[in-house]
């Protein structure tokens, strides 16, 4: 009860400080005070199992990259116009995880300001402006990309250049056509782009459409569209800010999967295990244009402390093997959410990549009918039981399960138990 006065007084001030634009997550929302490894802890001590935080990738408050920054902030902190050993390091290890055609790397301090650098440089590469993205898609907060971000619903506007495209759904298609579809879709943006005098910059997609609703699969169902923009003229911007630094478990970006090289590729949240660093890597040729016509200066992007944090990041990453480790408890769990689905007729997909997994609930199997309304009920039953994790799709009727890469199968164990007692009261309530 304390927690619930609690909680009721804090998001009163929450909202008379802060104004009526931000949401809590919950119908009762959650006060964390502390963090570590993969739980949350509130003021009573009470930990929180956390299943939904990919920008705490590797752990929470991790000793290795809390160090990093407290070393480098008493250290030497600065802005990006001078020299510094930090920046060129990190670029190094990371273009050395990136396909060779990626030459050079920037850094900002947002996702959204990644997708938004990389798209001046795709419209300056071209000569276009056209941008086409899924059609509930997420891209960042910015005014160019809240444009081309559906997912925040009917208060946002489309951008007259932005073509919105059927997302691909690996639980309602056909698994042979799903690429074929998605091409068409770009196909049919370009044209109608054209139609109205415009041409394709670029495609930009979340390679495991998160918001969309989680789509991994079939392997290289990207390929086609990737074609198809760049037979338009335009570049493929690969959105790695979800999928990115080992979640899929098989590769250290999501666009692997599909076999195809990215010309542009976004990177944020997990970078910086919490600490605001991203970028994207570039190929010099798509990059050349942007480098003659504009300059570019990220007064923190960059900056030394956030060179060391994402080094220190890197560091974990390899030094704990977390991308096997979400490969293999990936494939754990959704092998255990599969068989709860044996036992629960509301569960009607598993899917996903790695440590990325969405299960979808229905409220009939053999109609494929999304039930948001159980969705709802389990995701804040799953927070009474001090499990958290969302939901996402259009319907959003798919639970969201995206933990921290040092998840283990007991982690993974506790999770499919509480989910199995929260969906036996949630059906039956
Ligand atoms: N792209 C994707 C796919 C995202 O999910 C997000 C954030 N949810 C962003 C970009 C924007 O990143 P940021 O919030 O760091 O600006």
């Given at each position: 009860a ?14 008379r400080l802060?104004?009526p634009a ?8 959650f006060h964390?005070?502390?963090?570590e490894?993969?739980w949350l ?5 009470r ?8 920008v705490?990738s ?8 809390v160090?990093?920054?407290a070393?480098?902030a ?9 020299l510094?050993?930090?920046?060129l390091?990190y670029?190094?290890r990371l ?9 050079h ?12 650098l ?13 941008l086409?993205?899924?059609?509930f ?17 009917k ?9 919105t ?7 309602r ?8 579809q ?14 109205h ?9 979340d390679t495991v ?13 990207l390929q086609?569209?990737v074609?198809?923009?760049r037979a338009?003229?335009?570049v493929f911007?690969?959105?790695?800010v979800q ?6 478990g098989?590769?250290?970006?999501g ?5 195809v ?14 600490h605001?660093v991203a970028g994207l890597a570039?190929?010099?040729e798509?990059m050349?244009a942007f480098?003659?016509e504009?300059r570019y200066?990220?007064?923190f992007?960059?900056n030394?402390?956030?060179m060391a ?12 093997g ?15 959410l ?7 007729e509301a ?8 440590l990325f ?11 494929r009918t ?5 969705t ?6 799953l ?5 958290l994790?969302?939901?996402?799709g259009?319907q959003?009727?798919?639970l969201?399960i995206r933990?921290?890469l040092?998840?283990s199968?007991?982690?993974a ?5 509480a989910?199995d007692?929260v969906?036996?009261?949630a059906?039956?309530?």
């Amino acid at each position: 009860a304390t927690d619930t006065v609690d909680s009721a007084a804090l998001l009163a001030r929450r909202t008379r400080l802060l104004g009526p634009a931000y949401r809590t997550f919950y119908d009762t929302p959650f006060h964390p005070v502390r963090g570590e490894g993969v739980w949350l802890y509130d003021a009573q001590g009470r930990p929180f199992l956390d299943a939904y935080n990919n920008v705490a990738s590797v752990g929470h408050s991790h000793p290795h990259v809390v160090q990093a920054l407290a070393r480098q902030a008493a250290t030497l902190n600065t802005h990006t116009r001078y020299l510094h050993e930090g920046v060129l390091a990190y670029a190094e290890r990371l273009l050395a995880l990136l396909p060779p055609e990626l030459g050079h790397a920037m850094f900002t301090c947002t996702g959204s300001e990644a997708n938004d650098l990389a798209l001046r440089i795709a419209r300056t590469h071209t000569g276009a402006q056209g941008l086409i993205v899924t059609q509930f898609a997420y891209h960042g907060v910015t005014a160019s990309l809240a444009e081309a971000s559906p997912s925040l619903g009917k208060l946002v506007k489309i951008g007259p250049n932005v073509r919105t495209i059927p997302a691909p759904d690996s639980y309602r298609q056909d698994p042979d056509s799903l690429g074929r579809q998605l091409a068409e879709g770009v196909r049919a943006a370009i044209a109608d782009l054209q139609a109205h005098g415009q041409q394709a910059a670029a495609l930009l997609v979340d390679t495991v459409f998160s918001s969309d609703g989680i789509c991994t699969a079939p392997p290289g169902f990207l390929q086609e569209a990737v074609q198809a923009i760049r037979a338009a003229g335009g570049v493929f911007i690969a959105d790695e800010v979800q999928p990115g630094f080992g979640r899929t478990g098989e590769s250290m970006w999501g666009f692997a999967r599909h076999g195809v090289v990215p010309d542009i590729v976004t990177l944020g949240k997990p970078m910086g295990n919490g600490h605001p660093v991203a970028g994207l890597a570039v190929r010099p040729e798509v990059m050349a244009a942007f480098g003659r016509e504009c300059r570019y200066f990220n007064t923190f992007g960059g900056n030394p402390v956030s060179m060391a944090v994402a080094s220190a990041v890197l560091d974990v990453i390899e030094g704990e093997g977390l991308q096997a480790n979400a490969l293999a408890v990936g494939h754990y769990l959704r092998e255990q959410l599969r068989q709860l689905a044996q036992r629960h007729e509301a569960i009607g997909d598993v899917r996903g990549a790695g440590l990325f997994i969405g299960l979808e609930l229905v409220a009939d199997r053999a109609q494929r009918t999304p039930d948001a309304a159980l969705t709802a009920r389990v995701v804040n039953g799953l927070r009474q039981r001090q499990v958290l994790l969302s939901a996402t799709g259009e319907q959003a009727s798919a639970l969201k399960i995206r933990p921290p890469l040092v998840f283990s199968r007991t982690h993974a164990d506790q999770l499919v138990e509480a989910l199995d007692a929260v969906l036996t009261e949630a059906v039956a309530g």
